[in-house]
């Protein structure tokens, strides 16, 4: 009996000795000290059959087993330093420095371009005298299109560069707006209600949806237009207004030149060319050689439109102009495509100003 005993304490021993030196953590080491010498534990156990025992093999086998437990305890307390110390030179090295790694770069996120450009002609338009106007971007089809003289029929009302917007039977009917002149309708409306008060000096920035989308049109693009209606607003006023906003928005040396064009909303109309910017008017393919770029379209409120809006255009007269966002950008940042803009691809995007 104290034989098998011994034995048994002598072969924990060995059995715990081989474990503590396979322990590659200190939570490893630890479930090993629990194992043998815990409470429950595997030399405790034996230790707690000694009760059974007379006084001397008690002594004997006593001896024994505080042998085997104070090496056990050595082994657990050495492994544990080296175990300790190789966890806490892996967490430095973790942490530490290299200071021939590459950086991390940062991002600083930006305003996208097209709002840029926007905030720029929104402030230039500012100091030529036009405030922000806005409406809603679902529009009564009749301010879109029938009060800016757009005459049943026209190719602009077609299904197929307008988004109608269901509506109840009944309803007014609603669109997309194609475009940010009813913005006008809505100052002439409003200040013919507020005792037809003059001058109105307005612009209207804001986005627009056609059904186009190819790589010069996009399904929804952005506009700024002008509005300034008076007893006496001549398409010089106009010229004189498009003129600084240009030179600011461009450069102090480009010029600009009024065409013939026509607008149901404008009469006389002209579309509105600046000098290319890009090779002083030697000629280039952005220009197609002409020296000249198409960036605005322009003319004197037609009376239809004032009649529309509850004006007596015998009365007064107005101009109006109105351009392309993502034209005025491309132009301004060298912007070959215009799908770049809405693709947001963050190279791009990063290039940005
Ligand atoms: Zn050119």
């Given amino acids: 009996m104290v034989e098998n005993t ?28 629990v194992e043998y010498l815990g409470k429950k534990g595997k030399v405790s156990e034996v230790l707690a059959a000694l009760k059974d025992l007379d006084a001397d093999s008690r002594k004997k086998v006593g001896q024994i087993s505080n042998e085997v437990k104070s090496v056990l305890e050595d082994g657990i307390s050495s492994t544990r330093d080296q175990l300790q110390q190789s966890e806490m030179d892996a967490e430095l090295k973790k942490d530490s420095l290299d200071s021939t790694a590459p950086g991390i770069t940062y991002f600083r996120g930006k305003i996208h371009p097209i709002r840029q450009v926007l905030r720029e002609a929104i402030s230039i338009l500012e100091l030529a005298g036009l405030s922000a106007a806005y409406g809603p971007e679902v529009e009564f089809e009749d301010y879109c299109f029938d009060k800016l003289n757009f005459k049943p029929g026209h190719a602009a009302r077609d299904m197929q560069a307008t988004f109608f917007v269901k509506t109840d039977e009944g309803a007014k009917p609603l669109v997309l707006r194609t475009h940010t002149s009813p913005v006008q309708v809505r100052s002439l409306l409003t200040a013919a209600k507020n005792n037809f008060t003059l001058p109105i000096r307005i612009q209207a ?19 700024i237009e002008g509005l300034a209606v008076d007893t006496s607003s001549t398409m010089g006023d106009l010229r004189a207004v498009l003129d600084f906003f240009f030179r600011k928005f461009f450069d102090q040396s480009v010029k600009i030149r009024f065409r013939p064009s026509y607008f149901p909303f404008t009469e006389p109309s002209a579309e509105v060319d600046v000098s290319c910017v890009f090779c002083a008017q030697k000629g280039c393919r952005v220009c197609k050689q002409s020296g000249w770029i198409e960036v605005a379209g322009a003319g004197m409120v037609h009376p239809e439109v004032f009649e529309a809006c509850g004006w007596d255009p015998k009365k007064v007269q107005g101009w109006a102009f109105g351009m392309g966002v993502e034209r005025l950008a491309m132009l301004k940042l060298g912007v070959p495509d215009l799908r770049l803009f809405f693709e947001n691809r963050m190279s791009f995007l990063r290039g940005a100003r």
């Fill in 6 to 33: 011994i034995e048994k304490l002598r072969s924990l021993r060995a059995e715990a000795l081989q474990k503590i030196s396979a322990a590659k953590t200190s939570d490893q080491l630890e479930s090993v000290r």
């Fill in 205 to 223: 920035p804001g986005r627009v949806y056609r059904m186009d989308d190819d790589s010069t049109h996009a399904p929804m693009f952005h506009q």
